[in-house]
């Protein structure tokens, strides 16, 4: 039961993050000019988060949700949160691909 928790964690803590990046490219503005730089700081907030996806992911499920009970229970729930954050990682990284393809003429579209 605790695997599923730490799998859950790891989801929904994706597509939060997910959102935080997508409601940061809509908020930077366009820029004008021959040479804009607003879709270069929408690709480095997307990659950013992206780099602190699994470090939230794990320290919000081990120190938020970790049971407490007897150490092997604590130790499969470590190894699934571990497995979870890299599903989270990929996941974070899939649906961004997946939506800036979705909108490539709109400024998500920027983050690949």
Same mark, same amino acid.
């Given at each position: 039961m605790e695997s599923i928790t730490a799998y859950?964690?790891?989801?929904?803590?994706?597509l939060v993050l997910l959102i935080?990046?997508?409601?940061?490219?809509?908020?930077?503005?366009y820029e004008g000019g021959s040479r804009p730089k607003d879709a270069s700081? =929408? =690709?480095r907030w997307f990659w950013t988060i992206a780099a602190l996806n699994p470090a939230v992911i794990f320290l919000l499920g081990y120190y938020v949700f970790k049971?407490?009970?007897?150490?092997m229970v604590v130790n499969r729930y470590v190894h699934a949160l571990s497995i979870?954050?890299?599903v989270g990682f990929v996941l974070y990284i899939l649906l961004g691909f997946v939506l800036s393809k979705i909108y490539k003429n709109g400024k998500v579209g920027h983050w690949f």
């Amino acid at each position: 039961m605790e695997s599923i928790t730490a799998y859950v964690i790891s989801a929904i803590t994706a597509l939060v993050l997910l959102i935080v990046a997508t409601i940061i490219a809509t908020v930077i503005n366009y820029e004008g000019g021959s040479r804009p730089k607003d879709a270069s700081k =929408r =690709r480095r907030w997307f990659w950013t988060i992206a780099a602190l996806n699994p470090a939230v992911i794990f320290l919000l499920g081990y120190y938020v949700f970790k049971p407490t009970a007897n150490i092997m229970v604590v130790n499969r729930y470590v190894h699934a949160l571990s497995i979870g954050t890299a599903v989270g990682f990929v996941l974070y990284i899939l649906l961004g691909f997946v939506l800036s393809k979705i909108y490539k003429n709109g400024k998500v579209g920027h983050w690949f």
